[in-house]
């Protein structure tokens, strides 16, 4: 199983500021990654997929990077609705596997 | 919009058969893939399976069989039965899409599987216990 290490576990920042998760995998995933954000008593949220894609909706402020086993997750002058939970996750076409990262908390 | 909402029993007894649905809205489920992920407390997000086009199915091997994931067309829900469940089945348990829909050869025959999830459901906690 391919493991997923999100880091860092928590990061505190300001409104305004520009920040950047790491995710790590655990051998290569090529760009078979995607990026959610998760609210509590919400629904997840996909942000990112293939790495670096934009899902619908999402503003231009999120974007993503990398290949292989290191993968950034970048927000760009972060609103206040941007602080949440954001997973990595990765996939294995066949057999089909799907493991995400332990998170990270973007917190005030 | 597509929307997804899980509902099910809030508590469930060891060795017994958690059942959940999961109610789409927005969109039919007759084709497509419906997929099953949980969280349980303090843990990280834990794929358990789906289901493609009304039959095709595949499961995370971590559940050892015990996940079967439906639909009810009728219904436009997805159902999962998770059989034989001990305290580590404790988890919010959330219904979601599967996207970017991928072709790969295997044992000779085309598969059809998807690379991430666009649409969840807000989830449903489930705690195992006597």
């Known amino acids: 199983e391919i493991v997923m290490t999100q880091s860092p576990g928590t990061l505190s920042v300001s409104p305004g500021e520009r920040v950047s998760l790491l995710c790590r995998a655990s051998?290569?995933?090529?760009?078979?990654l995607a990026w959610y954000q998760h609210k509590p008593g919400q629904a997840p949220r996909l942000l990112i997929y293939?790495?670096?894609t934009r899902a619908t909706g999402v503003p231009a402020r999120f974007s993503g990077s990398g290949s292989g086993t290191e993968f950034t997750l970048t927000i760009t002058s972060l609103q206040s609705e941007d602080f949440a939970v954001y997973y990595c996750?990765?996939?294995?076409?066949?057999?089909?596997?799907?493991?995400f990262g332990q998170g990270t908390k973007l917190e005030i | 919009q597509v929307q997804l909402q899980e509902s099910g029993p809030g508590l469930v007894r060891p060795s017994e058969t958690l059942s959940l649905t999961c109610t789409v809205s927005?969109?039919?489920?007759?084709?497509?893939?419906w997929s099953w992920i949980r969280q349980p407390p303090g843990k990280r997000l834990e794929w358990i399976g789906y289901?493609?086009?009304?039959?095709?199915?595949n499961y995370n091997p971590s559940f050892n069989s015990r996940a079967t994931v439906s639909v009810d067309t009728s219904q436009n829900q997805v159902s999962l039965t998770l059989r034989s469940v001990t305290d580590a089945d404790t988890a919010v348990y959330y219904c979601?899409?599967?996207?970017?829909?991928?072709?790969?050869?295997?044992?000779?025959?085309?598969?059809?599987?998807?690379?991430?999830?666009?649409?969840w459901g807000q989830g449903t906690l489930v705690a195992v216990s006597p």
């Open positions: 979601a899409r599967g996207a970017g829909f991928t072709s790969v050869w295997s044992w000779g025959a085309p598969r059809t599987t998807v690379a991430h999830f666009d649409y």
């Open positions: 927005g969109g039919s489920i007759s084709s497509g893939c």
């Open positions: 289901i493609i086009d009304s039959g095709n199915t």
């Open positions: 051998q290569s995933v090529s760009t078979n």
């Open positions: 293939g790495a670096s």
């Open positions: 996750q990765q996939y294995n076409k066949w057999p089909p596997e799907y493991t």
